[in-house]
């Protein structure tokens, strides 16, 4: 069984940062990718930023040059660093973690952390 532990989130004024952090309970190195989604009130959960086994990141249009996604694997722990924070930022953040093959998955998520972006 796989545990997901978000931590980092809050309150922040616009323009502001936070680092979400998302800790595992094995090595990240382990799955086939990891990554965070955001839920908003009223709103599917979408794709933030995902980072795959061997390191390459992808993120969505709207995050792109003020999100950072990295993992670091002797604390087993993935990061999303946020930057530029902007009010449509607000949502619960949680971290994903896909196991198994390419075709063949199995999808764990963590609890979930809030994040409010405003004034």
């Known amino acids: 069984q796989v545990q997901l532990v978000e931590s980092g989130g809050g309150l922040v004024q616009p323009g502001g940062s936070l680092r979400l952090s998302c800790a595992a309970s094995?090595?990240?190195?382990?799955?086939?990718?990891m990554g965070w989604y955001r839920q908003a009130p009223g709103k599917q959960r979408e794709l933030v930023a995902v980072?795959?086994?061997?390191?390459?990141?992808n993120y969505a249009d709207s995050v792109k040059g003020r999100f950072t996604i990295s993992g670091d694997n002797a604390k087993n722990t993935v990061y999303l660093q946020m930057n530029s924070l902007k009010p449509e930022d607000t949502a619960v953040y949680y971290c994903?973690?896909?196991?198994?093959?390419?075709?063949?998955?199995?999808?764990?998520w963590g609890q979930g952390t809030q994040v409010t972006v405003s004034s």
């Open positions: 994903n973690a896909q196991l198994g093959t390419v075709l063949i998955f199995t999808d764990y």
């Open positions: 980072i795959t086994g061997v390191g390459r990141a």
């Open positions: 094995r090595s990240i190195s382990s799955f086939n990718r």
